[in-house]
């Protein structure tokens, strides 16, 4: 299964950016990028996910460079509900492994008022 | 509005006895899933079905059993035949879209506790 590989934790001031890096170099050409965060004791929820143009919605916005390689989450103005463990996922798209997603460690993103 | 239910939101076990864990979805979502979390840790897949009368193990099923007679329900038994259950429990489910075109939709979880 492809792996993706991210910062263990991050912090951030209230109404600043935050730029949440993934890297995921063994990314196939048929997965598609997935972001999930989760608040203590709740469950996973879907944030944005891609395949190779940028997208937006109204959580955030994702950034994938050309080779797919990498990608990068931004929330353009923090507030204390973001903080959260980030979790960068490749949802394959091929094989046994169809429409799986296959959780890392994720992020621990901090936020400070 | 629709969602995924899982309950109960608190169990506790004893060792040695078998527990079934409920997860109902009313999304029309043909695939559903079981994650476990353990403390620290990311999520890790116990058993997927992509329709009804079809699993498939994950990466962690020893221990575990799983039934899909239900487009709407995929119930999860942890056996006492699992080492060490304790453990947050996630339930999730999709589309089946060959296009990926949608997210999951996960439950808000079971805590399971072997006293």
């Known amino acids: 299964d492809a792996k993706t590989t991210q910062p263990n934790s991050m912090e951030s001031n209230e109404e600043e950016p935050v730029h949440l890096p993934c890297n995921h170099s063994?990314?196939?050409?048929?997965?598609?990028i997935h972001w999930y965060r989760q608040l203590p004791s709740q469950g996973p929820e879907y944030v944005i996910h891609?395949?190779?143009s940028n997208v937006n919605n109204r959580m955030a916005s994702l950034a994938i460079a050309e080779d797919r390689k990498s990608s990068t989450l931004i929330l353009h103005r923090a507030t204390l509900r973001d903080a959260a463990v980030y979790y960068c996922?490749?949802?394959?798209?091929?094989?046994?492994?169809?429409?799986?997603?296959?959780f890392g460690q994720g992020t621990i993103l901090t936020v400070h008022p | 509005d629709g969602g995924i239910t899982q309950s109960p939101k608190y169990l506790f076990r004893k060792e040695g006895q078998n527990v079934t864990l409920s997860c109902e979805q009313n999304l029309n979502h043909d695939a559903m899933y079981w994650y476990r979390q353990d403390p620290g840790q990311g999520l890790r897949l116990i058993y997927y079905?992509?329709?009804?009368?079809?699993?498939q193990k994950g990466d962690i099923a020893e221990g575990y059993s799983v039934s899909r007679e239900k487009k709407e329900s995929f119930p999860l038994t942890v056996t006492s035949a699992q080492k060490n259950p304790t453990a947050f429990y996630l339930c999730?489910?999709?589309?089946?879209?060959?296009?990926?075109?949608?997210?999951?939709?996960f439950g808000s979880g079971t805590r399971l506790t072997v006293v």
């Open positions: 063994t990314i196939s050409g048929t997965d598609y």
């Open positions: 999730a489910s999709s589309t089946r879209d060959r296009g990926l075109n949608y997210g999951y939709t």
């Open positions: 079905s992509q329709i009804v009368n079809d699993f």
């Open positions: 891609g395949l190779t």
């Open positions: 996922i490749l949802r394959q798209a091929g094989g046994t492994s169809y429409g799986k997603l296959t």
